[in-house]
């Protein structure tokens, strides 16, 4: 997995504390838990811990989400089937997303009054993730494509 998993966010604001993502990144690419991530955001930016968990959390699963898109993509996947957690904590907006195909070039709308747009998992403690879509024709694979 590569280091620079997400170049262009090298920070992250977050109720008006901005952390390393490096911090984050180290920890998730070695396996340390949310809580275990928290505790070391907590001890470098001496914020409380609830803070800490809480962008820890959050974090994480921006990051797994930012890395279902790389794996998708490379793979050849450029569709997904929106999938949520299907319990009643789900954002009504991520209800009607749900089981939709979208493109992973072009993110569907979470924001209807301002229009913002995001992939499955990057809402702001979202469980939704991306079923991956692939079209056989398009696929690299390792073996050959049977002739029936
Ligand atoms: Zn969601």
Aim: charged share 30%; with cysteine; glycine share 8%.
């Amino acid at each position: 997995m590569p280091a620079d998993l997400c170049p262009i966010r090298r920070f992250v604001r977050c109720r008006g504390i901005v952390c390393s993502l490096e911090t984050l990144q180290d920890g998730f690419l070695s396996g340390k838990s949310n809580t275990e991530i928290g505790r070391q955001i907590q001890e470098a930016y001496g914020i409380e811990k609830r803070h800490a968990q809480f962008i820890a959390r959050d974090q994480t699963a921006k990051l797994n989400a930012d890395l279902t898109q790389s794996q998708q993509t490379d793979a050849g996947g450029s569709e997904y089937i929106w999938s949520d957690a299907g319990d009643n904590r789900v954002r009504p907006r991520h209800e009607q997303l749900n089981g939709k195909r979208f493109k992973w070039s072009e993110p569907p709308i979470v924001d209807e009054n301002t229009g913002r747009r995001c992939h499955p998992g990057e809402d702001y403690n979202c469980r939704c993730v991306a079923l991956p879509v692939f079209n056989i024709e398009n696929l690299e694979l390792p073996w050959e494509k049977s002739e029936n």
